[in-house]
């Protein structure tokens, strides 16, 4: 299991950590199994989107924050719901097949830290479970 | 693997079982690996998010009130295809990761069954994995 | 580890595949333990819902498309925004408990192929992973 520092630098923003999470994969020395990503926040989501275009991060982004705009008469003091809510939207975690030692992610995949209040230094976990041999 | 019963008390409720998941997992005897928390139904769900402040749990209840309205014309004769839809939204499962034999959740972090059409009886499927020594 | 094909005929469709996931875990030989089903692709999702009436699907389809329209002037220049957005509110994988050797998964549940832009050929992986005897 492995901790990963992430210092996102916008306060919403899709952050491709991708690269990191491989790293994690090769360091861990499992060859096939399910790679788990998990976020320990509550404004900040995980999610797999296109590594290609960067507009469709900003997109997804977009929609996200016109379904959940930041000033809606929340209740919450912190005035922060809206992070709260598009966070579990996204999800705390991703789960990946490793295969051959690495992430096998599909051809335009790539794996989204989601920021919701930031900038923040946050952290992700990265577990690698083996398949038992024959599984 | 662990079955919990959990009994909501509102119709929409999103419900905190963190404890009982801990309970679980110290009833499995892993100390390093992942927690999967599973909900067998369709009109509930299960997410994590802020375990202070009861105000955020309100909040993303009222977001996914007013974008899911309970009536809006659905085909479902049953009546209930909104708890359907949010069900979907937050999900099935959440995996966390384990550490030292404690769900190595974040601070503020807790984990909520998410209630769409009670009160219920409902019930939660709690499996915890190990990670091999070394990985 | 396997890999399934699947064929989605409709531009938006929810697609039962849980009788494919449950023959490969029974191909995999695993008795008790996780299931992981996970999609490759950016346009396409994952979910757990109601498998007896299918107007619940439909309903999820219309409430999906109505939060996340078509045309809503998207940056990304493909023209299916909606679709990579509405992938990640689904999400891309789902994990279901195994038990028994059959995915336990609860009396109204099935498994659905959630396509955001279709017709294609798609594909996702299955795996399962064991709990050791005794976990």
């Known amino acids: ?14 952050l491709d950590i991708t690269s990191r999470v491989q790293d994690a994969v090769r360091s861990s020395g499992v060859s ?11 404004t900040a989501g995980i999610t797999i989107n296109e590594n290609a275009d960067p507009s ?14 930041w000033n809606a008469g929340y209740t919450h003091s912190e005035g922060n719901s809206a ?21 096998a992610l599909g051809t335009w995949q790539g794996i ?16 690698a479970m083996p398949l038992p041999a024959h599984a």
């Open 83 to 103: 992070a709260h809510v598009k966070a579990s939207l996204m999800g705390f975690s991703v789960q990946v097949p490793v295969a051959g030692g690495r992430l």
């Open 1 to 14: 299991m492995e901790n990963i520092s992430v210092e996102t630098t916008e306060h919403t923003q899709f």
């Open 56 to 69: 469709v991060r900003r997109d997804i982004e977009t929609v996200l924050g016109a379904l959940v705009p």
């Open 112 to 127: 989204y830290f989601c920021e919701f209040d930031g900038p923040r230094n946050r952290r992700c976990v990265i577990a």
């Open 32 to 42: 096939e199994g399910i790679c788990m990503v998990y976020v320990p926040h509550t």
